[in-house]
């Protein structure tokens, strides 16, 4: 069985959810100029025109651009892949090719690189990337809260943060939050392992930790049954 400590859920209804379908494209952006990603800007350029009688019908010319996740497809994503299921994107001249995250996959230094257009990133990452000089614009928030906690086995007493201490943290590597927990709160006792999205060592461990989101981790591990 197990807990999350520090949780901040979100409630989402289904008419906000299909809001979401269209606006969780429109997260992270580059600034200024970008060659398309698919070198096809000359046959997008222009729109088709065609006579059919007496009337003109304009044709809108596809754009293609590439989106990247902030991490692997989850639940948290829906919105992106139903409205490329249904046709949403198609519908408003886009092609839009998804591209899934990772623990080795950074939507801001793809984008930065100009090897994307869009992309899904947590709003402290984007903060840090502007102090650094990257030009990034956020379009979009897709998540009014964070759905960000971590979670520990249940019947761990886990009080405060320093509790953590003399324990096993499960933490992607560079993730800003925990910098801040570090820097604010004694944690120079915890063992912090690299999160991989993978929780068989989590699982082996009933003393440890885990970063996880509300919608995801353990709504997957219940239904693997170890909740």
């Not at 570090?182 to 929780?199: E, F, R």
Request: proline fraction near 4%; include cysteine.
């Amino acid at each position: 069985m197990i807990k999350s400590l520090n949780i901040q859920f979100f409630k989402i209804t289904k008419l906000t959810a299909l809001f979401f379908a269209l606006i969780m494209l429109l997260v992270l952006a580059a600034c200024g100029g970008q060659e398309p990603v698919d070198g096809t800007e000359e046959s997008n350029a222009e729109s088709t025109s065609e006579t059919e009688g007496d009337e003109d019908v304009t044709t809108e010319p596809i754009e293609a651009v590439k989106l990247v996740l902030n991490w692997f497809p989850k639940s948290q994503h829906g919105g992106v892949y139903a409205a490329d299921e249904q046709g949403i994107f198609a519908e408003n001249s886009l092609e839009v090719e998804i591209e899934p995250g990772g623990p080795q996959v950074s939507a801001i230094q793809i984008i930065a690189s100009g090897n994307a257009q869009f992309g899904l990133a947590h709003a402290d990452q984007i903060v840090i990337a502007r102090n650094q000089g990257i030009e990034l614009v956020t379009l979009a928030a897709a998540m009014q809260n964070s759905p960000a906690a971590l979670m520990t086995h249940e019947g761990v007493v886990i009080n405060d943060f320093e509790d953590m201490n003399g324990r096993t943290a499960f933490i992607q590597p560079g993730i800003p939050y925990w910098d801040y927990l570090t820097s604010k709160y004694d944690l120079s006792d915890v063992n912090v392992q690299g999160y991989t999205g993978q929780h068989v060592n989590f699982i082996d461990d009933p003393e440890s930790v885990s970063q996880a989101f509300v919608t995801s981790e353990p709504f997957f591990l219940e239904k693997e049954a170890f909740l």
